[in-house]
T-cell receptor
């Protein structure tokens, strides 16, 4: 119940295309869902995040879609660029004071020029 | 966004020695910091929660005597890998949350034990 399942494991997209990464969870106590971008040899960087009372959040080319009833959320990268090539992790936190992040397994995105 | 600085970025040590990794929140106070371990092409595995002024909380399966955590101030947490062995070689990452709006991560430390 503590898991966040992420798919696909890897993704190849042409430059200018849309990259879509999906995550699903079981625990309805999760109340915050961030996405992180990680380049090789670097720590993850917070990309965008959403709370369950919002169905969509957009920041530049990055959009989170959230389906509370289905317990699923996804990251859409519009107009994907080679510089977006990285590993993306979805995550969730519990609605308690622990602030623990539960990470998905990650998606390695490659954007071809 | 908030800045978390981790030092060193990489370290090579001999088997049997100890290594200390520092994690600092540069522009905010963090009563709680987190330490993760990441193997190649894998997700982040939470090792422990570092609490300022009190003992760290370790995740199941993490040896507290092997991975010593000290959170002596509101801006600094340290992870010491004691009596390091080659199997401890990994990428270690810390994070801190200035508020509930997201965790910020350090740049990570690549530890190689030879």
């Amino acid at each position: 119940q503590q898991q966040v399942k992420q798919s696909p494991q890897s993704l190849i997209v042409q430059k200018g295309g849309i990259s879509i990464i999906n995550c699903a969870y079981e625990n309805t106590a999760f109340d915050y869902f961030p996405w992180y971008q990680q380049f090789p040899g670097k720590g993850p960087a917070l990309l965008i995040a959403i709370r369950p009372d919002v169905s969509e959040k957009k920041e530049g080319r990055f959009t989170i879609s959230f389906n509370k009833s289905a317990k699923q959320f996804s990251l859409h990268i519009m107009d994907s660029q080679p510089g977006d090539s990285a590993t993306y992790f979805c995550a969730a936190t519990l609605g308690d004071s622990s602030y623990k992040l539960i990470f998905g397994s990650g998606t390695r995105l490659l954007v071809r020029p | 966004g908030a800045v978390v600085s981790q030092h060193p970025s990489w370290v090579i040590c001999k088997s049997g020695t100890s290594v200390k990794i520092e994690c600092r929140s540069l522009d905010f106070q963090a009563t709680t910091m987190f330490w993760y371990r990441q193997f190649p092409k894998q997700s982040l595995m939470l090792m422990a929660t570092s609490n300022e002024g009190s003992k760290a909380t370790y995740e199941q399966g993490v040896e507290k005597d092997k991975f010593l955590i000290n959170h002596a101030s509101l801006t600094l947490s340290t992870l010491t890998v004691t009596s390091a062995h080659p199997e401890d070689s990994s990428f270690y990452i810390c994070s801190a949350m200035p508020d509930r709006l997201g965790a910020f991560f350090g740049q990570g430390t690549r530890l190689t034990v030879v």
